[in-house]
């Protein structure tokens, strides 16, 4: 058995460099608050990157295909906004003509094949890195990924100025880049749950998860702006961000408590003063389990599928998840190729106007989580904020090209009841099912609940796409139909859920009025 100053020496050496130096510099141990702030702060970055990158294929998708279903489309765009034949011939190579083989009559398919061969592969990929994540070193594991990610974002930028125009050199570049992106969201999640416990987790991971929207809201306006400089620009850049980033993740990521040697019992006090309910309820451990002597024995697929609520959350997120990634990757094309107030806009500007729906995003993902804490009903907000999403889809496809204006507000209502539920389902809800009780504190059913629950919802979120490149070519009003249909099952699929919750809500209520008119008789009977 090691003594004392052996394992001190071991888990000095376990601390991410960036760490060590700074302790050293300090002349002194990082408080368990400071590690807290480098963690949330470190992961709420990575994985913005992670989905920086993931946005800039919807930016490039205009240029790449200019085409449109819509007669005179084309003459309309370059009439409003290219008037000088000499900058049109000088422009056209980059947003004129698109790219091959992307822009014949077959390029919203093909741009489609790639969106969905890049999430069908982060989709399988996410069940093994949840596998692979509870027996790896989580700092290592992430940083592999986004410096993997950054490397095969880059090669598909790579292809303009190598002048390639093979439609399989593409599909495969995406498909790696799936399978190292695939690492991101259980290594982040796990390391949060790590070190922060489980007070007002709906809120605190609400407004954690606006990684998600910052992220496309960062990935739209870079690919927008470099986009005229060379589309290949728009994927190098993200590229390089998140490799970079993946280099401090090395640096300075804590994975856990335990790994730099901090004292946990500051945190399990606070929580214990802040939460008197959940201390007299013998409640203290952390956000997702991650106490040593509890790391046993690993959950099995099958048995973390049957923990109950996984399966109806998984699949909700499927069809939540099948319209958030079908506004990430089409909506940019989808305002270029509308005419707002009867005219057309620019790839660059489409691009920009998008973030508005990932900033109803933020707002969404908060709010759920705020309100799931209120009511302590994850599937009634869940529920309630997809079958919202469904009027709010009807009136952006039918009121949305009156104005750049109406755009905008239906935009920003569209994305908050879309990206709400999806937010709280891999936050909140997987916190929930991964420390269920049924588990009887087996902190690794965390990464593997997490992988399952968005690893279904990514399979969604691949479908989503890929049919929207086929069924645009004849009616964005179809794409639509679609999209409000997937929202409404997703609501259904938690209808057994809804049920119980406010069954719940109802007892509860019942008992406390029987307890509130006992309190009373005596005083009623003087």
């Known amino acids: 058995m090691a003594s004392p100053s052996e394992l001190a020496t071991e888990r000095s050496h376990s601390k991410p460099l960036g760490i060590r130096c700074w302790e050293y510099i300090k002349r002194a141990k990082l408080s368990y608050k400071t590690h807290q702030a480098v963690v949330l702060i470190i992961t709420f970055f990575a994985y913005t990157t992670y989905h920086a990158t993931r946005k800039t294929t919807s930016i490039v998708k205009s240029a790449l295909d200019p085409q449109s279903s819509a007669a005179g489309f084309k003459f309309s765009w370059r009439i409003t906004y290219l008037s000088s034949p000499a900058e049109t011939q000088r422009r056209s190579w980059v947003l004129g003509d698109g790219w091959a083989p992307f822009n014949g009559s077959d390029g919203t398919a093909l741009l489609g094949q790639l969106d969905v061969a890049f999430l069908a592969v982060y989709a399988i990929g996410m069940y093994f890195s949840g596998h692979m994540g509870d027996r790896m070193n989580l700092r290592i594991f992430l940083t592999v990924g986004m410096i993997g990610t950054g490397l095969f974002t880059s090669l598909f930028g790579v292809g303009y100025w190598a002048n390639i125009h093979s439609f399989y050199y593409f599909l495969i570049v995406q ?49 927008s702006t470099l986009l005229s400089y060379g589309w290949g620009w728009s994927f190098v850049v993200p590229g390089l961000l998140i490799a970079f980033m993946g280099i401090l993740v090395c640096l300075l990521l804590p994975v856990s408590p335990e790994s730099v040697g901090a004292d946990r019992q500051e945190e399990e006090e606070d929580d214990a003063v802040d939460s008197p309910k959940k201390k007299k309820e013998g409640v203290t451990e952390p956000l997702l389990g991650s106490h040593t002597e509890m790391k046993e024995n690993a959950v099995g697929f099958i048995e973390a599928w049957r923990i109950p609520g996984v399966a109806p959350f998984a699949f909700c997120l499927f069809f939540a998840k099948l319209v958030a990634y079908t506004f990430l990757y089409w909506l940019p094309y989808y305002i270029s190729h509308t005419a707002i107030e009867g005219k057309y806009l620019s790839d660059e500007t489409a691009g920009n106007l998008s973030t508005f729906f990932d900033v109803g995003g933020v707002l969404g993902g908060i709010l759920a989580g705020h309100i799931s804490d209120r009511l302590d009903a994850r599937a ?10 469904i009027p709010a889809l009807y009136f952006y496809r039918s009121y949305g090209h009156i104005s750049l204006a109406m755009n905008i507000a239906l935009m920003f209502i569209c994305g908050m009841f879309v990206n709400g539920p999806y937010a709280l389902i891999t936050t909140a809800v997987s916190a929930d099912l991964g420390t269920h009780s049924s588990l009887n504190e087996n902190s690794k059913a965390l990464a593997t609940v997490t992988a399952i629950i968005d690893g279904t919802g ?69």
């Open 458 to 526: 990514s399979v969604g979120a691949a479908i989503g796409p890929l049919l929207t490149g086929y069924i645009s070519a004849n009616s964005w009003s179809a794409v639509f139909t679609m999209l409000m249909a997937a929202a409404l099952v997703a609501g259904l699929l938690l209808t057994r859920l809804v049920v119980a919750e406010v069954a719940a809500r109802i007892s509860e209520t019942r008992s406390q009025g029987r307890s509130q008119s006992r309190s009373q008789e005596p005083e009623l009977n003087v």
């Open 175 to 223: 498909m790696i880049a799936g399978l190292f992106q695939s690492s991101g969201w259980p290594s982040v999640v796990a390391v949060v749950g790590n070190w922060f416990g489980k007070k007002k987790r709906g809120l605190i991971m609400g407004i954690w998860n606006a990684h998600t929207s910052i992220g496309n809201i960062t990935g739209s306006l870079i690919a």
């Open 380 to 389: 009634i907000t869940a529920a309630t904020f997809m079958y919202c999403a």
